[in-house]
């Protein structure tokens, strides 16, 4: 069906609205409770247009497109309209800093957002560089308040695990109560009290966890305030680079976005599809484990009790010369499946072309991601990718190498040590737990000096002389291996089983516990688990 929307003749699908008709031909409408994985709620009311024929200001968001439709969405009376409603939103929220006449002075030296304990103004907020309210204040020419903003002193809300919540911030949108009820299929959190008491909230006073929160992220993703913010990432601001990958921190291999910073460095993921909740370990643990003061970033060499950090030829060499006489059965490398498919390649070549072993072990972690294995004997000298095998065998062995992100039992014991990069800092391919394979893209830089473990042991082959090994990039071995055809798991019917229920969600990921670099799943472990909820497409 056709309309006009400002003088522009559009096209409008079945049960459109008008907003979203105008939004899709890039006609923009001044709106704040509206989403793109929302119904409609009418709610705010800045999305108000004249329409030919209908009475006073109608919300575009809930009126439906129809045939010969005369709209428009820019009027003076509309503006004036738009603003008289911010303006009284912005009344209970910290918004001196919108209508400061020395805004502008402001921020040309403080860009960026102060940290503080409260949020008293767009200086100390999280949320500053892509608030939306901030947005429609410029566009709707804010210059004054019709009487000073009232600070309504709501504690702010810290003990939960993953999301910091100041209620002193929220202008009741309801996106969030909205968007867990939508990908929960009911509401752990909803509007309390009557009034001008009306706040977001649980039932008796509970705390997220013990109402049983997902932690899935969904409301921290939608509010557009900094109302609801990521207690690790709120304060890199907006991101510099978004890059969709896998997750690869289970076999459930979700399609997730992550944001780096300036620094090429992880600040937050998300999952690509909004429409479906993803885990708490693909929405908050990624940047945090990636990011950890532990990360190994430099080769380490043993002298005597201690480890020594070197450079890059230096610990290839000694690792080299050391191998040399362990060539044959008595050596083993050990990997597990959450290594790349091209990273697996090259540790099974080098195991058998370089090392003329058959002890190439790869394990397959359990439904909790733990990776253990037993060193067949006879094995004197072994490789390792992850803290896979017990502290009492590792012992026995007369060298132990050892390639990770994070320290562990296995490195503590080790010749020589290589910081190895992962998850969201490489490229490849995985598979995902029906086999398909998926694309690991590269979406930061590893700290330090950390590399790829393809590029490691490809090192490592060449210093002991092997030719084999010229491998110059992940696609390169991807091609020599075979693999083609790799898609994001897009399109999935329901949300993966660890999103429903947390205590489903795997502890471990290359043999470490990941509880140790990610803080907040300590707090989750110990809160009740929340209920389990089949949640369809």
């Not at 899709?24 to 994985?37: E, G, K, S, V």
């Not at 499946?337 to 072309?353: C, K, P």
Request: with cysteine; glycine share 8%; aromatic share 4%.
């Amino acid at each position: 069906m056709e309309l006009t929307i400002n003088n522009t003749t559009v096209i409008a699908q079945p049960g459109e609205s008008v907003l979203h008709c105008a939004l899709r031909h890039a006609i923009d409408i001044p709106h704040l409770c509206t989403h793109p994985d929302l119904p409609a709620f009418g709610a705010c009311r800045l999305c108000v247009v004249e329409i030919d024929g209908m009475r006073g200001f109608p919300a575009s968001c809930t009126t439906p497109a129809v045939e010969g439709m005369v709209v428009r969405t820019h009027t003076p009376a509309l503006q004036d309209l738009r603003r008289g409603i911010l303006e009284l939103m912005l009344l209970e929220h910290p918004s001196t800093c919108l209508v400061c006449e020395k805004r502008e002075l402001c921020e040309k030296f403080r860009p960026h957002a102060a940290k503080a304990g409260r949020t008293v103004g767009c200086h100390t907020c999280n949320n500053k560089e892509v608030c939306e309210v901030r947005d429609l204040s410029q566009v709707l020419e804010l210059r004054e308040l019709p009487v000073p903003p009232i600070y309504r002193n709501i504690a702010l809300e810290r003990s939960d695990p993953f999301i910091d919540r100041d209620l002193n911030l929220c202008i009741l949108c309801g996106r969030c109560v909205r968007i867990c009820k939508a990908h929960h299929g009911q509401s752990t959190i909803d509007f309390v009290g009557r009034g001008t008491n009306t706040r977001i909230g649980e039932a008796f006073g509970r705390s997220l966890a013990e109402a049983g929160c997902r932690f899935c992220g969904s409301c921290v993703d939608v509010c557009p305030t900094g109302s609801l913010a990521d207690r690790y990432g709120k304060w890199f601001g907006a991101p510099t680079g978004t890059v969709a990958t896998t997750c690869t921190l289970c076999d459930e291999a979700c399609a997730i976005a992550v944001e780096s910073n300036a620094r090429k460095r992880a600040v937050t993921a998300s999952g690509v599809e909004t429409r479906l909740p993803i885990c708490v370990l693909g929405r908050f643990a990624i940047p945090e484990f990636l990011n950890a003061a532990s990360r190994l970033t430099k080769p380490q060499v043993r002298v005597g009790e201690r480890m020594r950090e070197v450079p890059w030829p230096q610990a290839l060499a000694q690792a080299a010369e050391r191998l040399q006489p362990f060539v044959g059965d008595g050596f083993a490398l050990v990997c597990d499946r959450s290594s790349t498919l091209e990273d697996r390649h090259v540790f099974r070549a080098f195991t058998q072309d370089v090392m003329r072993s058959p002890q190439y072990i790869e394990i397959r972690p359990d439904v909790r991601g733990v990776s253990r294995h037993a060193l067949p004997e006879g094995v004197r000298a072994a490789l390792l990718t992850g803290a896979f095998v017990e502290c009492d065998r590792l012992a026995q062995l007369e060298l132990l190498i050892v390639q990770d992100c994070h320290p562990s039992s296995a490195s503590e014991r080790a010749a020589v040590v290589f910081p190895a990069a992962a998850l969201a800092e490489v490229a490849g391919t995985c598979t995902d737990g029906e086999g398909v394979m998926r694309p690991l893209r590269k979406a930061c830089e590893a700290p330090g000096g950390a590399r790829p473990d393809w590029l490691i042991i490809c090192d490592l082959a060449r210093a002991m002389g092997a030719t084999r090994f010229e491998y110059a990039s992940a696609q390169a071995i991807a091609a020599d291996v075979g693999v083609n055809g790799v898609g994001l798991r897009l399109g999935r019917a329901a949300a993966p089983p660890a999103a429903i229920d947390p205590a489903l969600r795997r502890t471990h990921f290359r043999g470490h516990r990941l509880e140790d670099t990610v803080s907040g799943l300590r707090d989750l472990s110990a809160a009740a688990p929340a209920p389990a909820v089949a949640v369809g497409g």
